[in-house]
Nanobody
Framework: QVQLVESGGGLVQAGGSLRLSCAAS????????MGWFRQAPGKEREFVAG????????FYADSVKGRFSISRDNAKNTVVLQMNSLKPEDTAVYYCAASNKGTGYYTVPKDKSEYTYWGQGTQVTVSS
């Protein structure tokens, strides 16, 4: 069992940056692939970024590649999503999630159904 709590969302102007954090408690987060998803109003929840259990590999959606960076500190049970060059289309509720589907070395799951544990979400709003 893992509990996930996101923080760091807010309102930012286009071109700005935000840093989202996800704190995990319960079973150690190093047992899981960690991912960030987002859901905009009226849209499906979509994969944003994922990181291997060891932290050695990272994966991104094409829409955020080069702008977002995911990292993890297994000693502190935290996962961070650094978001730079934000665009209005990045506006969404962002969710942290944990998956036990593999190690994440070659790939990470990109379907939300492959993730077992979810945080409550944090709102990110990018104004134009």
């Amino acid at each position: 069992q893992v509990q996930l709590v996101e923080s760091g969302g807010g309102l930012v102007q286009a071109g700005g940056s935000l840093r989202l954090s996800c704190a995990a408690s319960g079973r150690t987060s190093s047992s899981y692939i960690m991912g960030w998803f987002r859901q905009a109003p009226g849209k499906e929840r979509e994969f944003v970024a994922g990181i291997a259990r060891s932290g050695s590999r990272t994966f991104y959606a094409d829409s955020v590649k080069g702008r977002f960076s995911i990292s993890r500190d297994n000693a502190k049970n935290t996962v961070v999503l650094q978001m730079n060059s934000l665009k209005p289309e990045d506006t969404a509720v962002y969710y942290c999630a944990a998956s036990n589907k593999g190690t994440g070395y070659y790939t990470v799951p990109k379907d939300k159904s492959e993730y077992t544990y979810w945080g409550q979400g944090t709102q990110v709003t990018v104004s134009s």
